[in-house]
């Protein structure tokens, strides 16, 4: 199984459903669990941030050399949360249906609204907006979570929380979170989802 966090987010978001799959999968004192790996998108969580062009073609492209290269091409299961399920959709196309033997995904947006990019400002201008909204949003992370998970409050736990607020903190996340403004739409899941 791999696991695909959203934007802003980092692989310890999925924790609490590693350590839930464990517990139900122990049979007798023995963890039957088959292996789960789960990635920080390049920019994001503990991974390295360097000032580049952020966008889902390089982060698909990360899902599939880290399926091929780190996970040896062995069939599994993707699960992409937000960004992370466009992402995982696109990258499952990509390694096909002998790799990737299913899909579970929870995206953000809407997949039929049409795409209207930002003006062209540069990567100065990109690290700007991406400075105004660390400052105006890192105060703001527990509630912000807690709106995000509405009815299941618990995900918005002090450790996501932590974990966001440690990576927006990281030298270059300006430049990361400023380049979710210049992001066009995924792949249309009827594209990727019928190779």
């Known amino acids: 199984m791999l696991l695909v966090h959203g934007f802003a987010a980092s692989a310890e978001q ?15 004192g023995k963890d039957t ?7 920080d998108l390049l920019g994001f969580g503990h991974s390295e941030k360097p000032g580049l062009s952020y966008t889902q073609y390089l982060w698909e ?12 091409a062995t069939p599994m299961i993707m699960v992409g949360n937000s960004i992370g399920g ?4 696109g990258a499952a196309a990509s390694l096909g249906k002998k790799i990737c033997k299913g899909l579970v995904l929870s995206m953000e947006g809407n997949p039929n609204e049409p795409y209207s990019p930002v003006p062209i400002v540069g990567g100065n201008g990109l690290d700007l907006f991406g400075t105004a909204i660390i400052k105006l949003i890192y105060p703001q ?29 990281h030298p270059g996340s300006a ?3 400023g380049s979710g403004q210049k992001l066009a739409p995924n792949r249309p899941l009827n594209e990727v989802l019928l190779e």
Request: hydrophobic share 45%; charged share 20%; proline share 4%.
């Open 86 to 89: 466009g992402l995982s959709a």
């Open 33 to 39: 669990t088959p292996p789960i790996y789960a990635l």
């Open 14 to 28: 999925w924790e609490r459903l590693v350590y839930s799959l464990r517990e139900e999968n122990t049979v007798g």
């Open 175 to 177: 430049n990361v979170i």
């Open 61 to 72: 492209s990360q899902i599939v050399d880290f399926a091929v290269e780190i996970m040896e």
């Open 141 to 169: 992370i527990e509630q912000r979570l807690s709106l995000i998970y509405g009815n299941r409050i618990e995900n918005a736990d002090p450790a996501v929380t932590y974990a966001i607020q440690q990576s927006a903190m």
